[in-house]
Nanobody, 121 residues
């Protein structure tokens, strides 16, 4: 079965940096899109960044210029580099991918377990 495993969360002061990683394991034909979401207490989950195999990228307006998403399809691993962190970036961050399986035409969406990012004032 396909699994996504996240790492890299933690506690940092405002203005600091973190890099989140997400690694996919299992029998995979291809990864067609990779994304990062976040959810803060009392708020809806929101898309932070996404990348496709073009590659093309898109970002939440509030993180543009501060966050960078990148992916390594051969290693089935992708990253979110977060710079100039602000307290409002505090949330649980989730990785997400659209995956094609061998001998299957459909895509399947998988989620990581989430990693906590806390930014102090």
């Amino acid at each position: 079965q396909v699994q996504l495993v996240e790492s890299g969360g933690g506690l940092v002061q405002a203005g600091g940096s973190l890099r989140l990683s997400c690694a996919a394991s299992g029998t995979i034909h291809s990864i067609n899109a990779m994304r990062w979401y976040r959810q803060a207490p009392g708020k809806q989950r929101e898309l932070v960044a996404g990348i496709t195999n073009g590659p093309t990228t898109n970002y939440l307006d509030s993180v543009k210029g501060r966050f960078t998403i990148s992916g390594d399809n051969a290693k089935k691993t992708w990253y979110l580099q977060m710079n100039s962190l602000k307290p409002e970036d505090t949330a649980v961050y989730y990785c997400n991918a659209d995956v094609s399986l061998p001998s299957r035409s459909n895509q399947y969406r998988y989620w990581g377990q989430g990693t906590q990012v806390t930014v102090s004032s």
